[in-house]
Nanobody, 124 residues
Framework: QVQLVESGGGLVQSGDSLRLTCKGP????????TGWFRQAPGKEREFVGA????????YNADFAKGRFAISRDNAKHTVYLQMNNLKVEDTAVYYC?????????????????WGQGTQVTVSS
């Protein structure tokens, strides 16, 4: 198992930006596809975006594409989720997850390792 730890969540105002961080072990994590998901109270887990080992990305076109950006720094065994122009509806617990190397996937079952999550709260 690959242990992942998210950080960077907090309370922000509508229109603000926030960067979330996902850290994993150096050797294994750098080869994995990494996804970001979110879950709001009383709602189902939702795909945000993902990035492959080579840097290919995919985003949820309903809310993330053009507003969120995922990047990775393999030397620091870290994946980032940059969120801009945050909205109240972005409020949720955000999770990072790791899958075996391949194209970015929006399917939760593709991911075998999950972090504990970090809370993002956006107020008006």
């Amino acid at each position: 198992q690959v242990q992942l730890v998210e950080s960077g969540g907090g309370l922000v105002q509508s229109g603000d930006s926030l960067r979330l961080t996902c850290k994993g072990p150096p050797r294994a994590f750098m080869w994995y596809t990494t996804g970001w998901f979110r879950q709001a109270p009383g709602k189902e887990r939702e795909f945000v975006g993902a990035i492959s080992r080579s840097g290919t990305t995919a985003y949820n076109a309903d809310f993330a594409k053009g507003r969120f950006a995922i990047s990775r720094d393999n030397a620091k065994h870290t994946v980032y989720l940059q969120m801009n122009n945050l909205k109240v509806e972005d409020t949720a617990v955000y999770y990072c997850a790791a899958a075996q190397p391949g194209a970015p996937s929006a399917v939760p079952g593709s991911y075998t390792n999950w972090g504990q999550g970090t809370q993002v709260t956006v107020s008006s």
